[in-house]
């Protein structure tokens, strides 16, 4: 029996006890499937606008890749304007050059029934990324360590509205930073069977990233199919830096997807404004998959765009402002214009606490993400304090409005069971709709049913205790950490992914750079 | 002198004297005129399919107009087939009516600066309408006053994100149930100079508060020129009452605006389902809509929908919710094929108190407000507990989202300065903008400034006293009420108010039904 042939053995006895299991995840699904048209605020006359100064900017100014003559050498053997490290593209170049990176992939997670597609209408929801704090209403904010770590991961296991098991759900700040990887892939492996993500802080991280998948779905299963997916930001302004150019080139090369995303707060890191931001987050774009499909043509890429702005009075970063939802939309359009998959938005927010100013800005990026059409959603739920703390209650809140995009990417169910004209007849002027049998039929399945909505009346609220949305989502993340039941794992897989960590780990003394 | 000189005279110096002031509302704009594309969810297909459906309900099912014998013999004489209190409508019959009414018009403002264009690509934000409770962080939850009233006229006033005045900012449970209106229209007539909705509680009462109009605008102009804006409801499912009928009949027949609205929570009022609901909804608008153009051919009148869920659990009403989006978009696409202009949408929710759900529940409401492209949007402000609750914060934290959808609703900028290209040229790969030339041309307008969300980091904010955003909201209205200067009014006029609301009063005793 293959190694493939083995895994798929055991994928498929995973996946039954799965359903034995029913429980947390009943009735999700894998990724949504929008059956809603794109908004498209940008007007194609203003992309091309856009995409010429772009290639204004990609053919006379360039980008700096610094520190990292292996990736100049490749641009200079493609036919690129090099001059030390500032690199120029002729026009139309890097265009040619993705025209090889697939307009959707299938990432493989280790239970085949939570396989996600990133790209065409599809759009994945991931947990919060890099926060080194984590808050709750008990114990208040600190450093995040690995046991929270696992508590991200078996909550975005648990809730039916997240896709993805996401990457660093925190940073385990206990444990030393050159082995920290291990423990945070082997925690996505082990306590949830969703798709994840590696490890982009060093090139040698990213191959144990990809050491240890290969452990799990198969070394011949990884190099033709993608089982992770990472996040690979250029350092705006048109700079990528050695550390990120170094895991892009791992991860190219093994098949695995990266995300190459801008990483932009527009005022500070691009023009402070959004035509302006969008040309450079095009450019830079652009540069980076690019470079993907010279180390692998057909590696999977996805163009990202992280873009918010700062206060211009304070500088300090803004979330969930007008002016993010705008960038998000128009980078849209320019990812789907190139032919890539498109990463963007999140619960955003610069809120210290999960009260009404997260709940705002939050909920207007994520609307922002989904009608733009995002394919893939890092930092769905989770966000706090402009990314600096992942917070447990604010995770469920935004679960909960990620359940209510599902029921909004649905659109308007035209059947003739919705159209409801027997329950219209059945009960006629003056009647009401709640016995009808249309209503009987349909009640179940009728409305999104929110788990932290309080839409009791005053005095019922009130003889509850009189909870705020906050608190009431601090008991929701006990509940479910206190029903957690992790996937099941082949022990001999857990066994081999042990024994990878343990005998790496002897490898290198600890270290905190 | 004419009376209508007089008034443009004294207009004319109001005008005069309120530019002196400049003062709080520096800077607002008297409504939104949108640069965003309209975000059309239901396709012309589908509005094809509801549109014949609610012809089949109005030929088949047809409406009752209950308790008015006066409406039955008016739709008698235009050709409807009546059936008692039932009246079903032959096909195209409707339509043909509405033809006569205005797709867009203007409602005058005291301050002619603060008229406001409703239809087309404009969106009027007006506040809360209708509670009897009001609340803040102080003194809690109460039954509504005279003063709360005029303290959220004050509000709407200093707001420069309300572009209009409202009716029931709240319940003013203090003064009798049939002399209140005089104390609300006088209320909205002295504490503000935007535009305003008159009483609907009763035919006399709608009399009274044209006859409080004409005092201010002069007979002629009023009978020319619409100067007030109305709410008229639907007793959904299928039925109109004769407390509506009354007073949309006064108001058509003055040329006064009625906004014809359906209100309607799904699953109890009408089909748990999107597309039956919106059958409904252009059934009952299509039949009010054309009802006032018998009264008046030319009145203006508005399309209204205001379409929640209820919870198919507790009965609750629900708000914010996804199906409310999907029915709010699909009604504005049916009001604009009518020809009409659309009402619908505002910040709600039925939270109890300014919180996280209070703040999603807006805030996935009025994006899709603005978005769906809805003219005039009652409720855009204040509104806490499914509409029984005005709150001072929520108000503030409202207007405050709704500065964000001025910014959303200027699209995406594409002059040449905003392209940015001297800024992406002069800084250059690794270098900031913060000092960048075209950053110092523009950073003053760059972004939205919000007077609520903090953006602070997590030790500043702590300084400050680690307030959350009600808080914030809390310190915020207290300001705008210390800081409140009332608009110059005629003294002649005011006394004329004062004096024809006091020999009206004294006509019929205090009675609280």
Redesign the interface.
């Known amino acids: 029996m293959s190694n493939q042939e083995a895994r798929a053995g055991r994928r498929g006895r995973a996946a039954r006890t799965e359903k034995r299991r029913g429980s947390q995840a009943a009735g999700a699904l894998p990724y949504i499937s929008r059956n ?2 794109v ?4 007007s194609d006359e ?1 992309a091309e ?1 856009i995409e010429a ?1 772009a290639d ?2 990609l053919a ?5 890749f610094r520190d990292d003559p292996e990736t100049i050498a490749i641009w200079k053997a493609a036919g690129a304007d090099v001059s030390g490290e ?1 690199v120029r593209f002729p026009k139309g170049m890097l265009r040619e050059l993705i025209k090889t990176a697939p307009s959707q992939f299938v990432q493989h997670a280790r239970n085949p029934e939570r396989n996600v597609v990133i790209g065409g209408n599809n759009t994945v929801f991931a947990p919060v990324y890099g926060p080194p704090f984590v808050t709750d209403l008990d114990s208040g ?1 600190r450093y995040g360590t690995i046991e929270d770590f696992r508590n991200f991961v078996k909550l975005s296991y648990a809730s039916p509205w997240l896709h993805h098991s996401g990457g660093t759900v925190c940073e385990p700040v206990d444990l030393p930073v050159n082995k920290r990887h291990f423990d945070m892939v082997y925690a996505h492996l082990k306590y949830s069977d969703k798709p994840f993500m590696g490890s982009v802080t060093a090139p040698e991280r990213a191959r144990d990233s990809v050491a240890m998948a290969e452990l799990v779905f198969g070394k011949e299963f990884v190099d033709q199919n993608c089982v992770m997916i990472q996040l690979i930001n250029a ?1 705006s ?3 990528y830096d050695a550390t990120m150019l170094g895991a892009l080139k791992v991860y190219a090369a093994a098949n695995q997807a990266c995300i190459v995303s801008p990483f932009i707060l ?15 987050v095009l450019a830079e774009a652009l540069a980076g998959c690019a470079l993907t499909q010279l180390v692998r043509p057909g590696a999977p890429v996805v163009f990202g765009a992280f873009v918010s ?10 979330f ?4 993010g ?2 960038l998000l939309n ?1 980078a849209a359009k320019l990812a789907r214009r190139a032919g890539l998959p498109f990463r963007s938005g999140g619960s955003f927010t ?15 990026t994520i ?1 922002a993400t989904l ?1 733009s059409g995002v394919n893939f959603c890092l930092h769905a739920a989770g966000w706090l ?2 990314g ?2 992942s917070s447990y209650e604010k995770f469920v ?1 935004d679960a909960d ?1 990620l359940g ?2 599902h ?2 990417a649905k ?5 003739e ?5 027997d ?3 059945e ?8 016995g ?1 049998m ?2 009987q039929r ?3 399945t ?5 788990e ?7 005095e019922q ?2 003889a509850d205790g ?1 909870l ?3 608190w009431r ?1 601090n008991r929701k993340w006990k509940q479910m950490l206190a029903s957690y039941e992790a996937p099941l794992l082949d022990p001999a897989i857990d066994e081999a992914l042990i024994s990878f960590m343990a005998n790496r780990k002897a490898e290198f003394p600890d270290s905190n750079v």
């Open positions: 809603l048209p908004y498209d605020i940008l203003g606008l100064n204004r900017l006379e100014i360039g980008l700096e500032r904010r350092n302004p048109l700079v527009a005022g500070a890191m691009s023009p402070v404004t959004v035509a302006g931001t969008l040309a450079q702005s700062i206060s211009m009075q304070s500088g300090a970063p803004t969930g402002s007008p002016e939802s705008l128009g610069s809120s210290k606490t999960p009260d009404a100013q997260s709940a705002q800005e939050s909920a207007q609307l009608v304090e402009g600096l703390c809140m409005q209510m995009m029921v909004l659109g308007i169910d035209l059947s069971e919705a159209q409801a004209m329950a219209l007849a009960v006629g002027p003056g009647g009401h709709f709640l009808a249309h209503t349909n009640f179940e009728a409305f999104y049913r929110s932290i909505a309080d839409n009791n009346s005053y609220w009130s009189g705020d949305a906050a989502a």
